[in-house]
């Protein structure tokens, strides 16, 4: 199923009305894929929609996460605001570039190791986090 069309369901079972600047929104975070600021949706979208507004921006990302259709994250750097990610089932972790504040989303590569860890500890690992942090081309 098209991408677009899977979001527009999920709106739909979860009792979201469908509008053309929530379609809107969702399309820069289906296409971007990775986790995108309000200011960055914002402004992607602005061209075409002279009359979109950040509050608006804001406000469907807060529904959509309350909705849990999308994830809200915070890598608490200073100067960054939050930025918002589709939740999809994958597991994944993310880089962060610590002056921009792009994110992009990393496969995970614990899997071998957390099996390993847990024949040796014979602990039950229930979960576990990695986040990157460095300085992307443009910022170093
Ligand atoms: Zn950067
Ligand atoms: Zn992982």
Redesign the pocket.
């Known amino acids: 199923m098209n991408e677009q069309l899977y979001w527009k369901e999920q709106m739909s079972t979860r009792g979201i009305r469908t509008t053309k600047q929530r379609m809107a929104i969702l399309h820069v975070l289906i296409e971007q894929r990775r986790p995108l600021s309000a200011q960055d949706i914002f402004f992607r979208l602005q061209e075409n929609n002279p009359r979109l507004r950040l509050s608006t921006v804001y406000r469907n990302l807060n529904l959509f996460t309350e909705k849990e259709m999308v994830r809200k994250i915070d890598f608490r750097l200073d100067k960054r605001e939050c930025c918002f990610e589709l939740v999809s089932g994958e597991h994944h972790h993310h880089l962060i570039?610590i002056?921009?504040g792009?994110i992009i989303p990393l496969d995970c590569p614990l899997r071998d190791y957390q099996r390993k860890i847990s024949q040796e500890t014979e602990y039950t690992i229930l979960d576990h986090t990695m986040k990157i942090y460095g300085?992307?081309p443009?910022?170093k």
Request: proline share 0%; aromatic share 0%; hydrophobic share 10%.
């Open positions: 570039c002056d921009c792009e300085l992307c443009r910022c």
